[in-house]
C-alpha cells in the first residue's frame, strides 16, 4: 500500500513538472487575444453574445483544453504519425472536390461539426516537413533531395487552389517554402525558384477563375467596381480611416451599426477593431500578436533536436502569414483573401487549428530533455 501511494505521489510530481513547464506567459498571451475576439465578435453583433460571441467564448475554452491534451503528449509520438496525418488531409481535399458542402465545397460536413480539411493541412505539412528532414539528413547539393518536398508542398496548395481558395493555398505554399528555406535550402535553389516563378505567371493567370482575375484587377483600383467586388475593401478601408487616433468607442462603430462592414465577424474583424479603438487600439492588439510570434520563437533558440526546431519554426511562420495576410487585406496592401485573424475571427476549423499549434510549441516545450 506505502509503495502504490509513493508511485502515486511520483506521478502527481512528475504531472505538476509538466504543467510547470508550459510557457505561462504564452498562453497568457493568447487568453488576451481571445479576449479581444470575444468582445470583437459582441459588438459586431451590435451588443449581443448572439450569434458569434458566446459561441467563440466556447470555442475557445475548447480550444484550451486542446492546447494541454496536445501538451502532454510527447513530441516524438505527434510526429510518428506525421506522414498518416498529411496522408488523411490529402484524402480529405480530394472528398471535399466531390462531396464537399457549401457554396464552393470547402468543408466536411460531419453532422455535428464542419471540418475545413485546408486548415488542418498547415499542421499536417508542417509536420511531415519536420520528419521528413529529420529521417533524411541535409544534402545540400542533392536535388533530389529538396525536389520531394516542394512536391510535398505543391500536391496540397493544387487542391486547395482547386476548391478554389486562392488566399489558403497561397498561404500553404508560403508556409512550405518557408520552411524548406529555414532547414537550408541554398540560394542558388531560391533564385532558381524565384525565377521559374516570375516566368509560370502568365501560365497561373490563365488557370485562374474569372471571379480572382477580377479580384486582383480590383485590388489594382477599387473604384472600377466599388459597388461590386471592390465594395468591400473600399468600406474597409473607410472604416479603418474614420476610427482616426483613438477610435469611435466601444459599441460606436458607425459603419458597424450601419451594415457597411461585410463580413465583420471573421476575415474583417480586424477593420472593425481599428473603427472603434482606431490606431492605437489597433497598435496593442499587432503589438499581442508580436509578443505571441516572438514568444513561440523564442522556444527556437532553446532546442537541439532538427524536427521541433522546424514545427516551432513552421508555427512561428504560420501565425505571421495568418496576420500578415489578414491586415494587409483589410487595409487593401493586399488582394481579398480568405484568411482570418487568429483567436479573433469568427470560425471553427481555422481556430481549432491555431490552439492545435501553440499545443504542439507546449508539448516540444515540456518533452525538451527527453
Partial sequence: MKINNKIRFHQEISFTKK?????????????????????????AADGNLYPWALKHFYRCCFGFFIIFLIGLIKPKFILKY???????????????EFFGVGDVKRWIDLRFLYIQPSELTKIALILFLAKYFNDFPVKQNSF???????????????????????GTGFMIFLLGVSLIFV??????????IFIIGLASIPILWQQLYEY??????????PHIDALGSGYQIMQSKI???SGGFFGKGYLLGSQNKLEYLPEKHTDFAFTLIAEEMGFVGSMLVLFLFFLLILRIYKNYFLLSNLP???????????????????????????????????????????????????????????????
Fill in 308 to 370: 521541433n526546431k522546424i514545427i516551432v519554426s513552421g508555427v512561428a511562420i504560420l501565425f505571421f502569414l495568418y496576420v500578415a495576410l489578414n491586415v494587409g487585406m483589410v487595409s487593401g496592401l493586399v488582394p481579398v483573401v480568405g484568411a482570418p485573424l487568429p483567436f479573433i475571427s469568427h470560425g471553427g476549423t481555422s481556430l481549432l487549428t491555431v490552439f492545435f499549434a501553440i499545443g504542439l510549441v507546449q508539448s516540444i516545450r515540456v518533452y525538451n530533455d527527453d
Fill in 239 to 241: 472604416a479603418i480611416g
Fill in 183 to 192: 532547414v537550408g535550402l541554398p540560394w542558388k535553389v531560391v533564385f532558381t
Fill in 19 to 43: 504543467l510547470f513547464k508550459f510557457d505561462w506567459l504564452l498562453l497568457f498571451l493568447i487568453f488576451l487575444l481571445c479576449i479581444v475576439g470575444v468582445g470583437t465578435l459582441f459588438s
Fill in 144 to 166: 533530389i533531395y529538396y525536389i520531394i518536398p516542394f512536391i510535398v508542398v505543391l500536391i496540397p496548395t493544387f487542391f486547395v487552389m482547386n476548391q478554389p481558395d486562392l
Fill in 212 to 221: 480572382q482575375k477580377h479580384r486582383i484587377i480590383v485590388f489594382l483600383n
Fill in 82 to 96: 506525421s506522414y498518416l496525418f498529411f496522408i488523411c488531409c490529402i484524402f480529405s481535399l480530394i472528398y471535399v
